[in-house]
């Protein structure tokens, strides 16, 4: 059970190119989160999707998208990326659509934009 | 506005002595709190988590928070900290406003050093 899985662990980009940090779980969850963790800010809710097809924008969704065509995938593009956007990305999955259940989260992903 | 503070970026205690991590709130109606852990260069895990009932929760590696309501805290404790205690510490709560009850809002997080 290799629960929620991250790729690139790092990535570097320069402005404006655009790229796409994967995400994918095995544990049949509904509801799927990215977080984006910056020094002093604790964890930002970017965008999150409570079922296959349908999204929502979180605290911080400006220059990112998302999209959920499967229950098991839910991929964050950046479409122009800026050096604003250099932080560390969380997926994180839960079962349910209400938030008393707990999250499970992926080892991140480390994005630095020059 | 609903809100979680965790006012001390980084807490220090000697090994065996006991440790808090402090966490208040602001929510409308009744919170659902938790406590996550981030050891380097991973990715968060749950500790413990309060819904309803007693107001002392236990959770997984002997840590432990109590719930008070008049106080709107959820502070973090253990009565012996190890060294492999040493980690970043994230209170969370549920966003309690009605089409937002999907979301959580975490706290700035808390530097936890454990010293031999």
């Known amino acids: 059970n290799a629960g929620v899985t991250q790729t690139p662990k790092f990535q570097v980009l320069k402005t404006g190119q655009s790229m796409t940090l994967q995400c994918a779980q095995d544990m049949n969850h509904e509801y799927m989160s990215w977080y984006r963790q910056d020094p002093g800010m604790g964890l930002r809710l970017i965008h999150y999707s409570v079922g296959a097809g349908i999204t929502d924008q979180g605290e911080v969704p400006n220059g990112y998208n998302v999209s959920r065509s499967t229950t098991e995938d839910f991929p964050l593009r950046l479409l122009s990326a800026a050096p604003s956007q250099t932080s560390v990305y969380f997926c994180?999955?839960?079962?349910?659509?209400?938030?008393?259940?707990?999250?499970?989260f992926g080892a991140g992903s480390r994005l630095t934009v020059l | 506005a609903q809100s979680v503070a965790q006012p001390e970026d980084q807490v220090k205690v000697a090994e065996g002595n006991p440790l808090t991590v402090k966490c208040t709130y602001s929510?409308?109606?009744?919170?659902?709190l938790f406590w996550y852990v981030q050891y380097p260069n991973r990715g968060l895990q749950f500790l413990l988590k309060?819904?309803?009932?007693?107001?002392l929760v236990k959770g997984s590696y002997g840590f432990e928070a109590e719930f008070n309501k008049s106080q709107t805290s959820f502070h973090l404790k253990k009565p012996s900290a190890l060294v492999s205690d040493s980690a970043l510490y994230f209170c969370?709560?549920?966003?309690?406003?009605?089409?937002?009850?999907?979301?959580?809002?975490f706290g700035t997080g808390t530097l936890l050093a454990v010293q031999p």
């Open positions: 969370a709560v549920r966003h309690s406003v009605s089409g937002a009850t999907n979301k959580l809002i």
């Open positions: 929510v409308s109606g009744n919170p659902y």
């Open positions: 994180a999955s839960r079962t349910g659509t209400q938030g008393a259940n707990v999250l499970t």
């Open positions: 309060y819904i309803t009932g007693d107001n």
